[in-house]
C-alpha cells in the first residue's frame, strides 16, 4: 500500500528506536474525511504488520482553508483517548488562539481561512464591513466543544523520538534544536527550506505545500496541501525506513 520515495535520502541514515513505528500527518486544514481515510490506512497497516509501538504523529494546522475543521478536531479528540498519539501546534492554531485574545487580528484569521471555520462550527461567513470581530469570536468560543479549546491550547511545539525532530514549519539553521524559537518552529520557510546543515536530528516537517512527500538529507516535507490537491501524506516510518502514502 505505501510507495517508496528515493529522492534524495540522508547518507547517514536516521533511526527510530527497535521495533517503533511513526505515522505522521501535517496541515489537515479542515479535510475530516481525507483524514478518516488515513486513520483507515494506519489501523490496517497495524492490523497487517503488528508494530511493537506504534505512534502517531500530528504535525498541526488542524483548521482553516478547508470544509470541516469541527469533525477534524473531533476525530482527533476522539483519537487522542487511545494515548499513543502526540499533537504538535502549527502557526493557524497558534494564531487562532492569539486572536481570541486580541480580536484586532479577525481580519487577518479570515484572510488565512478563518472563515471555513467559522462556517464548520455553524456560523454565518462574516461580513468585515458590518460585524464586530468581538461578538463573532464569542459565539465561536460558544459554539466550539470545550474539548476542541482544550485541544487546541494541550499542542506541543515539537517532538524527538530516536534520531527524528517532529516540527510543524521547521528549524532555524545555526540555532541548536533545544533552543529554538516557537515562532521559527511554527512559521520558518526560506531559511530552513535553504539550509543544507545537517540539524542535530532528521526533520520531519510540514507548513510549505510541496507536490509529492520530499525525503532530503536533512529533512523530509509531507506537507502536500490537502485542502487544495485533495492529497493529504501519510509518511510512515520505521528503523531507518520511510515510507509515504
Ligand atoms: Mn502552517
Redesign the pocket.
Known amino acids: 500500500m505505501f510507495s517508496l520515495f528515493r529522492s534524495r535520502p540522508p547518507k547517514n541514515k536516521p533511526m527510530l528506536p527497535e521495533g517503533v513505528r511513526i505515522f505522521a500527518m501535517s496541515?489537515i486544514h479542515g479535510c475530516a474525511h481525507l483524514l478518516e481515510q488515513m486513520l483507515r490506512v494506519i489501523d490496517a497497516d497495524i492490523a497487517n504488520s503488528r508494530p511493537g509501538y506504534a505512534i502517531e504523529v500530528f504535525m498541526?494546522?488542524y483548521i482553516d482553508r478547508g470544509p470541516d475543521t469541527r469533525s477534524t478536531l473531533d476525530i482527533l479528540v476522539e483519537r487522542s483517548r487511545r494515548g499513543n498519539a502526540v499533537f504538535l501546534k502549527?502557526?493557524?492554531e497558534a494564531f487562532l488562539v492569539r486572536v481570541f485574545e486580541e480580536p484586532s487580528l479577525f481580519e487577518d484569521w479570515i484572510r488565512i481561512g478563518g472563515a471555513q471555520t467559522l462556517m464548520s462550527y455553524g456560523l454565518a461567513p462574516p461580513d468585515l464591513k458590518r460585524d464586530d470581530p468581538v461578538s463573532i469570536l464569542r459565539d465561536l468560543i460558544r459554539a466550539m466543544p470545550g474539548e476542541h479549546l482544550e485541544f487546541l491550547d494541550d499542542l506541543r511545539l515539537s517532538y524527538t523520538c530516536g534520531d527524528f525532530f517532529f516540527v510543524?514549519?521547521g528549524v532555524r539553521p545555526g540555532v541548536a534544536l533545544a533552543e529554538q524559537r516557537e515562532s521559527d518552529l511554527l512559521w520558518i520557510r526560506e531559511e530552513f527550506l535553504r539550509s543544507q546543515e545537517q540539524f542535530g536530528k532528521y526533520i520531519v516537517h510540514?507548513?510549505t505545500p510541496v507536490r509529492t512527500a520530499e525525503i532530503l538529507a536533512n529533512r523530509v516535507n509531507i506537507d502536500t496541501g490537502a485542502y487544495a490537491t485533495g492529497n493529504l501524506t501519510l509518511m510512515s516510518i520505521q528503523g531507518s525506513r520511510m515510507l509515504a502514502v
Do not use: L, M, P, Q
Request: hydrophobic letters at 10%; glycine letters at 30%.
Open positions: 496541515d498541526g494546522d502549527g502557526n493557524h510543524h514549519a510540514g507548513h
